[in-house]
């Protein structure tokens, strides 16, 4: 019989308890892992949106509580524009609106239609809005197959009926699931005169998108750059702290699991006193004691792990299904997530199983033969 | 309790053994006493040739399972030195190596693992050693044979009569092939007639030149061994 298997028939012969155990990592994987995947997909989200443009970087606001709390003035956006290396400075006001039920953080991208095309935006049908006009929008291609609008449909938004006057695209997910209105109206609207969330920066040619972002950075220190999603934190807290949280649930998950699966693994191996003195009196090293329970938490973990990452799926599913979480929660399952996954289960099951293979490996071979 | 100051017996190994013979096992002047001041050996001198058939036999409690315990190194002498094929077990470090390798046990409740099949409880001994799989299955097969256990391979310990178990037990001592084969009392528990197989078997292990150290309260087949060692209240008794 090879080693492993071995191990199984340890695991097989208290089924009900291995499957209890295997449940107990499987609870602790499926929290860890939607928590993550939740967040990573509330971080993609967010991130998304300084992907829309054809940008080389974003210019926000530093340390604000999300993103969209991003203030830059006028005057803020003219110092960026006459850093040296700037090739184009577009600014948008990037808000959220319950439209309905299905849609209930639908984004609003308040922008100069002069800027449409430096941002990257493909009018597909129609054209685009008049800079002063107060009731004209465009749709993205998503949004519009979404809502089942067109060309000429009348969209209620910005507290005002407006006229679909084109259909874009941005080759963007995030954004061509969103709509595009004037950005004085959108301002308007959201009382921010003069004010835009996000500047998104062209390099000219010749120029060291680096170098650009750091005179930017230092120049303008209560603003920040963002490239990637890596440096989103810069401007956005609440991400920083939703991983933050996840790491914490993360650990304590490990933790309360490794306890649960400790104590369950020590009962085990004081049923087993008599085998395991018997093992040891055969020549079984300590090391070997130890390999056993070790291999039988091992088993444990990657069985608890797959059950997991199984129930997460379909944790994930209901949570992005339920009412008032639609559109909000996005599950985004990476391989980071399986990793997180299995690491878990290891954690909780070797930290668990150390101390009853330690008392395991150290049982005198007599002693244990003579226990009833 | 015994008076430790008394002067030790030993026993000698037999005279077929002591031609010219090296020793599979030497107590010299052991003591074992347990906490509480109980003695179970009393300055015990024995040695037995390799190739011999001991049976060491008295009544309960005169310490002859705790000298088995002492050669098995599965306990520590107080005082005295315990030499198994040439090697002090007093000083040695990788005992579990030497259990693994030199000697085999059969105890008197067969011990076999309940949930494993009689083919994995004789492999389960083999676990790190150099055998593969395939080997461990194949050496375990032979076993079973020489035992007359052929056929049964997959029927779990539950489904053997007592007779049966021990002889699985005696083909797991077997197993790693140990010059030294340590059996406490192995017919303890079982009929006459089954008693009678076990001691053919050991027999059989004897003739192939193995050495057997048998604890016995059992006169009867302790006649069967080269030598019989009687003990009485921690002493040898001639």
């Known amino acids: 019989m090879p080693y492993p298997l071995f191990a199984l028939t340890n695991l097989l012969a208290k089924k009900g308890r291995s499957l209890g155990l295997a449940a107990a990592v499987a609870f602790a994987v499926m929290i860890v892992v939607t928590l993550a995947v939740t967040s990573s997909g509330l971080e993609q989200s967010a991130t998304a949106i300084i992907s829309i443009a054809k940008a080389n970087f974003a210019v926000a606001q530093k340390g604000v509580s999300d993103l969209l709390s991003s203030t830059i003035d006028a005057s803020e956006r003219a110092r960026i524009a006459k850093v040296p290396g700037v090739a184009r400075a577009v600014g948008v006001l990037v808000a959220t609106e319950k439209i309905n039920a299905e849609n209930p953080v639908f984004i609003e991208i308040g922008i100069n239609p002069s800027d449409l095309g430096p941002f990257g935006v493909t009018i597909l049908a129609g054209h685009a809005f008049a800079a002063d006009a107060t009731n004209q929008c465009m749709l993205g291609w998503r949004a519009a197959a979404n809502l089942g609008l067109h060309v000429g449909s009348k969209f209620a938004a910005d507290g005002t009926v407006n006229t679909v006057t084109g259909i874009y695209s941005t080759g963007n997910s995030f954004g061509d699931s969103a709509a595009m209105f004037p950005l004085t109206a959108e301002q308007a609207y959201n009382r921010l005169p003069g004010i835009v969330t996000l500047v998104f920066v062209k390099v000219a040619h010749g120029y060291s998108v680096s170098a650009v972002e750091r005179a930017i950075d230092y120049r303008l220190p209560e603003l920040t750059t963002i490239r990637t999603a890596s440096q989103f934190g810069r401007a956005d807290r609440t991400l920083v702290y939703l991983k933050a949280a996840v790491t914490g649930s993360t650990i304590l998950a490990v933790l309360i699991g490794a306890i649960i699966v400790g104590n369950t693994m020590l009962l085990s191996v004081f049923e087993r006193t008599r085998e395991l003195g018997l093992l040891r009196a055969v020549g079984w090293t300590r090391r070997r004691i130890v390999g056993l329970i070790l291999t039988e938490s091992l088993v444990l973990a990657v069985v608890g792990a797959g059950i997991g990452v199984g129930l997460s799926f379909a944790v994930s599913a209901i949570l992005e299904n339920v009412p008032a979480l639609v559109g909000i929660l996005h599950a985004h399952f990476t391989q980071g997530a399986f990793w997180r996954a299995l690491l878990t289960a290891l954690g909780m099951t070797i930290i668990g199983g150390l101390y009853p293979a330690t008392r395991a490996a150290l049982l005198a071979p007599l002693k244990a033969l003579s226990y009833e | ?238």
Not at chain 2, 216 to 237: F, N, P, Q, S, W
């Open chain 2, 1 to 238: 309790m015994s008076d430790p100051s008394s002067s030790p017996v030993t026993a000698p190994p037999s005279r077929q053994a002591q031609s010219g013979a090296r020793f599979a096992v030497e107590l010299c002047d052991v003591v074992k006493r347990y906490p509480g001041g109980v003695v179970a050996l009393d300055h015990i001198d024995l040695a037995i040739a390799e190739h011999e058939f001991v049976a060491v036999t008295g009544p309960s409690g005169c310490g002859k399972s705790t000298l088995l315990h002492l050669v098995a190194a599965l306990d520590h002498p107080t005082s005295g030195t315990v030499r198994v094929n040439g090697q002090d077990l007093t000083t040695m470090r990788d005992l579990s190596s030497f259990r693994r390798h030199e000697v085999g046990l059969v105890f008197q409740l067969h011990n076999l693992l309940p949930r494993l099949s009689v083919l994995a409880n004789i492999e389960v001994v083999m676990y790190g050693t150099h055998r593969s799989s395939r080997a461990r299955r194949e050496r375990a097969l032979e076993l079973l044979s020489e035992v007359e256990l052929s056929g049964l391979e997959y029927r779990l310990p539950t489904q053997l009569s007592g007779g049966e178990r021990q002889r699985v037990a005696i083909a797991r001592a077997l197993a790693n092939e140990p010059r030294l084969l340590l059996a406490d009392e192995p017919t303890g528990n079982l009929d006459p007639d089954a008693a009678q197989r076990i001691m053919d078997l050991f027999e059989k292990v004897n003739a192939d030149g193995m050495t057997v150290l048998l604890v016995t309260h059992d006169e009867k087949l302790a006649t069967r061994a080269d030598r019989i060692v009687k003990m009485k209240a921690g002493r040898l008794a001639g």
